[in-house]
């Protein structure tokens, strides 16, 4: 007899999940996704019959236990890139994208744009991308975040802009 199938598994998942999480399914189906390391439309079009990956009973027993989805995935979307996170930097919010969008519409001509307390640098680099010639910046992390937040520029299309001196900064 063989094991649980990926849909099993999910619903089990889900089930499990629902005493610690809104969004238990998505949480689920994005756990199988990062153990089956493909996407999310692959897992539901052409894995739900397969066996279940030994990884994902580890990755369901953290979102358990309270630990986010982004931190055990390691990256986080924001304004449709991907940045990587970990405890040691914000994960941002979906809700920050409104303050995006609200300084680009305060803002329309080109020009820079200071963020202070950003954790992962996504807001600056989601107006960057936005107004290809507008900068965003905000100053550097604290120590423990820089070698995640340098690392969440990663795989999103652009580079950091650089070191920069910041009034008060060394």
Do not use: K, N
Not at 1 to 24: H, I, K, N
Not at 127 to 152: E, H, L, Y
């Amino acid at each position: 007899m063989s094991g649980p199938t990926v849909a099993q598994a999910l619903r089990e998942a889900a089930a499990r999940l629902a005493a610690t999480s809104d969004t238990a399914r998505l949480d689920a189906e994005l756990l199988m996704t990062h153990a089956l390391h493909t996407t999310r439309s692959a897992v539901l079009l052409r894995h739900m019959a397969e066996p279940v990956p030994a990884a994902f009973t580890t990755l369901v027993d953290r979102r358990a236990g309270h630990e986010p989805v982004a931190y055990i995935l390691s990256s986080q979307e924001f304004y449709g890139r991907v940045f990587a996170v970990s405890p040691a930097v914000l994960i941002p919010r979906a809700d920050s994208e409104t303050i995006v969008e609200a300084v680009l519409a305060a803002c329309p001509a080109p020009g820079r744009v200071l963020d202070l307390g950003t954790g992962s640098g996504a807001r600056p680099r989601a107006w960057g991308w936005s107004v290809r010639r507008r900068r965003g910046g905000s100053p550097p992390p604290m120590p423990q975040s820089s070698p995640r937040r340098r690392g969440s520029w990663r795989g999103t299309g652009t580079s950091p802009a650089g070191p920069r001196r910041w009034a008060g900064s060394t």
